[in-house]
Structure formats: structure tokens, C-alpha cells
């Protein structure tokens, strides 16, 4: 099956610096990935839409200048947490959607997620 | 805008007995999966249903679809301590998007 990952998969970091996560599509071209964001006990809350090529779509209250989405190939997307605050721990999590057509039995494939705590 | 509600929000069984977890949208959906998650760790994909009325199983779990597509539920038979975790419900409001999930249901099974 369609394989997404996510690295690192553990991040600790100071608070005022940055951190870039990487997702990646590894056996298929994603040319839209979504990051949602899990706080401990909650559900998962989508942050922003990447798409290859074109500027990423943020959902409300999302800050798009502290969280930068880069979606440059159609295997790669990242997000910079720039100058992050310990309220910005959390568990985040990408998803790569395949283009329809291609041989896969569903649509959507979850990453392993990358837990960032900062301190 | 589209609204997944799930219940129960927790749920304890005792190993072997039957359970069944609800997921209701205020809107017709496109497409509705299910998952399961660890605390802390990634998503894995159960199934997903997209035709009303369609019903699927794997090993001991059954999710179904009603047939306006609002309303799917999934059922696991004779519960092991390894169905515990985190069930969720996502759905495609339209094809294409992002998926949006319900708050999950936590369950453990005692045994």
C-alpha cells in the first residue's frame, strides 16, 4: 500500500527557534498533502492545504506566517513552525492525497506524525 | 460547514463481549473512513465506505454506511485487549478535500 512519512518523528527544540517537518510520499505522486494538528486527547484539527506548486490554503486561526508549508515536489511537503512557543507543542500529522486515477484502494494516507515539544 | 459527532466519547469493555462505535454527519458525505490511532502515534486506516448501505468487514470488525450516507457505525465482535485505542470517524465533504474527523472514541478492554 501507499506509504507517507513524516521526519522527524520526535522533535524537542527552545522556545524562539524553528523547526521544519518534513512529509513525504514514498510510492506515489501526492499533488495535494494536508498537516493537521492533534492536541493530547483531542482530534485531529486540519491546519492548512498544500498544494505542489502553489501557495498553501490555511484554515481559520491558523497563523500562515508562524507555520510555513513548502510543498516544492510532488513527493515533498514541509512545515516550519518559526519562532515556536511552548504553546505550539503538539502532535502534527500530513496526509498525501493521490491524484485520481491511479491504482490505490483509497484516497488519503495518514503519515506517522511528529511529536514537537517546546521548551 | 460539516460536522462529525461520534459516540460514545469513551468506552470500557470486558474482553470478548461485542461493541459498537457511531458516527453521525449533519451533511451527506462523499466518502466516510475509519481509523484507529494510539495516543501519540499515527493513523491506521480501517476502511472506507463511499456507497449507501455498503457494509465491510476485516477480521473481527464491521463498519456500515446508512443509506443517505449521514450515519456510519462500527462494530467489533468479541473484543481483544488489541482492539484498544483511539477509534476515529473522517469524511470527505466533497471529493478532493481534506478529510474532517470526529472527536474519537477511547476504548479499552479489560480483561
Known amino acids: 500500500g501507499a506509504v507517507v512519512s513524516q521526519h522527524p518523528s520526535r522533535v524537542i527544540c527552545k522556545s524562539g527557534t524553528s523547526v521544519k517537518i518534513e512529509c513525504r510520499s514514498l510510492d506515489f505522486q501526492a499533488t495535494t498533502m494536508f498537516w ?4 493530547p486527547k483531542q482530534s485531529l484539527m486540519l491546519m492548512a492545504t498544500s498544494n505542489e506548486g502553489s501557495k498553501a490554503t490555511y484554515e481559520q486561526g491558523v497563523e500562515k506566517d508562524k507555520f510555513l508549508i513548502n ?7 514541509t512545515l516550519t513552525v518559526t519562532s515556536a512557543h511552548p504553546e505550539d507543542s503538539s502532535f502534527y500529522i500530513c496526509s498525501a492525497r493521490a491524484p485520481r486515477g491511479q491504482d490505490l484502494h483509497y484516497e488519503q494516507y495518514f503519515g506517522p506524525g511528529t511529536r514537537l515539544t517546546v521548551t | ?37 494510539k495516543y501519540g502515534e499515527g493513523l491506521i486506516f480501517l ?11 476485516h477480521e473481527k470488525i464491521t463498519a456500515k454506511l446508512d443509506e443517505k450516507k449521514q450515519q456510519s457505525s462500527l462494530h467489533i465482535t468479541a473484543s481483544q485487549p488489541s482492539h484498544a485505542g483511539i477509534y476515529l470517524c473522517g469524511a470527505d465533504p466533497q471529493a478532493g478535500t481534506a478529510l474532517i474527523f470526529g472527536k474519537g472514541t477511547t476504548l479499552s478492554v479489560s480483561s
Open chain 1, 36 to 39: 493537521y494538528r492533534q492536541f
Open chain 1, 71 to 77: 510543498h516544492a515536489s510532488l513527493t515533498l511537503s
Open chain 2, 1 to 37: 460547514s460539516q460536522e462529525l459527532e461520534q459516540s460514545p466519547q469513551s468506552l470500557i469493555v470486558q474482553e470478548g463481549k461485542n461493541l459498537t462505535i457511531n458516527c453521525t454527519s449533519s451533511k451527506t458525505l462523499y466518502g466516510l473512513y475509519w481509523y484507529k490511532q
Open chain 2, 47 to 57: 476502511m472506507m465506505l463511499q456507497k449507501g448501505g455498503e457494509e465491510k468487514s
